[in-house]
């Protein structure tokens, strides 16, 4: 039972990571995406994956 938690906040960790990541790519804040990513996680995924680059 503790290695399901172990093993769930590792990949929550690298999610924050990769969004963080997808973020600088993206031109988008890496402190504000890594920040909501540690609360919605995959759902911010979703959202730089549909929003994609910032235009201006």
Request: aromatic share 10%; glycine share 8%; with cysteine.
């Amino acid at each position: 039972m503790d290695n399901d938690y172990i093993t769930t906040g590792t990949v929550w960790f690298f999610l924050i990571f990769a969004n963080a990541a997808l973020a600088a790519a993206l031109g988008r804040s890496r402190l504000l995406v890594g920040m909501c990513s540690v609360i919605l996680g995959p759902l911010v995924t979703v959202y730089l994956a549909i929003a994609g680059r910032r235009l201006a």
